[in-house]
Structures are given as structure tokens and as C-alpha cells.
């Protein structure tokens, strides 16, 4: 009985196995139709590596990548299915930038879709002083969906698209001249070399990525089954202010910090919405809609920033450098047409005015361990508390600025 029982284990257990297998197979044969790749490529040599090395790899890096961008994610994978794209392209963000907005390189590239300067302006994503669309995960997928069906239009398969996004489409016309044909195993080859290393591991990259968040075994086995469900809720909302709004009169009306709020914005340069004539998107969390529609109220910029008042011998450089900030940043938020100013003309100047937290000096504090403490610069607290130095007394009031 005991004998017949192991068995009946063992047999449940390679089925199961085989199972998974067949399950996963259907599942990389998809992603390779999708990508106009033959299912033969499930052979591949390396693409068969990465398979074996898969357990370190998801563990340490791809659920972790997949949680962390759950901000943007769900977003941009329905933009992707919409758009009629293949769906493994969502991962080729990943493979770029592990769904980053904030990601840069050396070569200047920019955003979870690593757009270089003159490609982003060409699918139309602005980059100026204010704002750096790149870093918009919206419009710079949106961006992504329009070069990758342009480059889809000039050699008509999905997977040299997606090559030539990584290695630009002039080197993959040359790969395919040498290489006398198109065929993905022959791009492939290492001893050839045709393509550079590294785009030669990003398809397989991408395919393998896809595979691995499509399969609900894996997700399961490894505790993510909320990853399963990316997609099915909102995670934040657009909201339209009015030119130059400091980030922290938004911030404040629904609960959070100025900072927080930037992370949801990473297109823009400075804690304010550009300051050209107009009105301006800005995200949120979904949640907090409702705050922001029940207890927003633009507020007058000169509560938010500061109000300075030109005297003798000013310019608008030698403000610029007193506060920090550009020049033209504080001609545009003040539209002025040129660069004169004129005796005891008021400007604002677009760098939020902190608010200040009182402290009694006790026995044992130091400029420095207050600086830890409230996380803010020793000299700004030098600065505000018009000190000529860093030296303080028992009983001593001082107050500690804090931009929120």
C-alpha cells in the first residue's frame, strides 16, 4: 500500500511538472508569434540559458522591478493594449530602464523609455527649462507606441522594431545588407556579429520578461498574486492647474508632501507647473481625487513664493544666483519681455518659501545633529536664523525651515 502510494505521489508530481512545462511553453510560443518570431527560437542556445538561470534572476531583481513600478504600470500596459502593439513591449521599458522615469545615461538618454533628445522631439515629447516629457511615463509611452509602429512600418516585423529601438534602425538595415537575410537566429549570431552584444541579449531579454509575468504559476509560487491583478485599478488621476501652480498648494489640498507629489511628476524640473500662459496636467494618486476637487484653491504665487523687490544695481542674473534659481526661469514665471527691470519692481521668484518649525537648543545639541534630526542643510539653518556661525546656546530659540 505504502509502495503503491509513492507511486501515485510521484506520478501526480511529474504530471503537475509537465503541466507547468507545456503551460510555460504555450506561453513563450505566444510572445514569439506576437514579436513575428517562429517558436523554433525557443531553441535557442542563450535564450536556453537564461531559462535555466531564471530562479536567480526572478528573485532577485524581476518581481521586485514589477512591484516597484505598480505607480505607472497598470497604466501603460492598457495604453499598450490599446494601441495594438505587441503586449512584451511593456517589458521593453523594463529591459531599459526598470520602469524608471528618472533613469539617464551616459549617451543622454532619458526615461523609462530611454528617449535620446532628438528622437522624443520627433514623436513629440517636449523638452524645455520647465518640463522633460521624457520622464512622463504617459506621453513618453505614447511616444514609445508611435516610434515602435514607425520603425514597424520600415522593416515590418515586430522583433527588428523592437532591435532597432534598442540599436537604431540605420545599424540593423546594415546587420540585415551582411547578414543577406532576415532571420532573427542569423541576426543572432555571436560568432557572426552582426548586431552588438547587448541588442542580441535584449530581445531575448524582453521575450523572457513577458513569459515569466505571464505565467500565473510563477507569480503564485512566489507569493506576487497582486501582480495578477495590474490593470484592473486605477492607481492615479490627471489633474488641469493653471500656470506656474507650486506643486506644495496641490500637495497640501489632498494630504501629501510637495515631494511625494514630485515623484507622481517626474517631468518636471522645479516643485511648480511651468509658467507659460496656459493650463497644466498634473498626476495624483487616484485616491486622492476626491480631496483634490472638494478642498483645492489656487492660491496667490506670492503666498507661495518670494516677492522680491528690484533695487539699484540689480539684474536679473545677480538675483538668479542670490536664490538659486535661472534667470530666464524668473523672467518667464514673471513675463517679462526682456531682461530690464525697472527701480522697485516687484518679481516673484519661483522657489517655495519653507515653513518654519521653532526649536529650544538643549544640552548636548549641535548645528549638526539638528541638521540629521529635521534633515535640513546646516547653512540653511545658519541662513535663517541670521547666525555668523554654527555656535549655539542652551535655551538658545532658533527655527529650522521645512519645505514640504
Known amino acids: ?80 493594449s490599446e494601441s495594438g502593439i505587441p503586449e512584451a513591449f511593456l517589458y521593453m521599458a523594463m529591459a531599459e530602464s526598470n520602469f524608471s522615469p528618472d533613469a539617464y545615461s551616459k549617451a543622454r538618454a532619458s526615461g523609462m523609455w530611454q528617449f535620446m533628445p532628438y528622437t522624443a522631439k520627433k514623436f513629440g515629447l517636449k523638452i524645455n527649462s520647465y518640463i522633460d516629457e521624457r520622464r512622463d511615463p504617459i506621453k513618453s509611452t505614447v511616444a514609445a507606441i508611435k516610434y515602435l509602429k514607425y520603425l514597424h512600418g520600415i522593416f515590418g516585423k515586430w522583433y527588428l522594431a523592437a532591435i532597432a529601438y534598442n540599436c537604431g534602425e540605420g545599424r540593423v538595415k546594415k546587420a540585415i545588407k551582411r547578414a543577406k537575410t532576415d532571420n532573427l537566429s542569423v541576426l543572432l549570431s555571436a560568432r557572426k556579429r552582426y548586431l552588438p552584444r547587448e541588442t542580441r541579449l535584449y530581445i531575448r531579454k524582453i521575450i523572457m520578461m513577458q ?115 535661472k534667470y530666464r526661469v524668473i523672467r518667464d514665471f514673471n513675463h517679462l519681455k526682456s531682461n530690464r527691470l525697472r527701480l522697485r519692481q516687484s518679481l516673484i521668484i519661483p522657489v517655495l518659501k519653507p515653513t518654519m518649525i521653532s526649536y529650544i537648543i538643549k544640552r548636548g545639541d549641535t548645528i549638526g545633529r539638528i541638521s540629521r534630526r529635521f534633515k535640513v542643510a546646516i547653512n540653511d539653518i545658519i541662513k535663517f536664523n541670521h547666525k555668523k556661525n554654527s555656535m549655539v546656546r542652551i535655551g538658545e530659540k532658533i527655527v529650522i525651515p521645512q519645505v514640504n
Open 1 to 80: 500500500m505504502l509502495k503503491f502510494l509513492l507511486v501515485f505521489i510521484l506520478f501526480i508530481q511529474s504530471s503537475y511538472a509537465f503541466l507547468v512545462t507545456q503551460n510555460n511553453y504555450e506561453q513563450q510560443a505566444l510572445v514569439l508569434k506576437s514579436l513575428d518570431i517562429d517558436s523554433s527560437f525557443l531553441k535557442d542556445e542563450k535564450f536556453m540559458v537564461m531559462k535555466d538561470n531564471v530562479d536567480r534572476y526572478r528573485t532577485r531583481h524581476f518581481l521586485k522591478v514589477l512591484k516597484n513600478g505598480n505607480r505607472f504600470v497598470p497604466y501603460l500596459r492598457n495604453l499598450i
Open 211 to 325: 513569459s515569466m509575468a505571464n505565467s500565473s504559476d510563477f507569480i503564485l509560487e512566489n507569493n506576487s498574486d497582486y501582480l495578477l491583478n495590474q490593470g484592473s485599478a486605477e492607481t492615479f488621476s490627471k489633474v488641469i492647474v493653471k500656470e506656474g501652480t507650486p506643486l506644495s498648494s496641490i500637495a497640501s489640498s489632498i494630504g501629501m508632501s510637495a515631494k511625494k507629489l514630485k515623484a507622481y511628476n517626474p517631468q518636471l524640473r522645479y516643485y511648480f507647473v511651468p509658467p507659460k500662459k496656459g493650463k497644466y496636467t498634473v498626476y495624483i494618486p487616484y485616491s486622492k481625487q476626491v480631496d483634490f476637487i472638494q478642498n483645492f484653491k489656487p492660491s496667490k504665487l506670492n503666498n507661495r513664493f518670494y516677492v522680491y523687490r528690484v533695487k539699484r544695481g540689480d539684474s536679473l542674473y545677480k538675483i538668479s544666483k542670490r536664490y538659486g534659481i
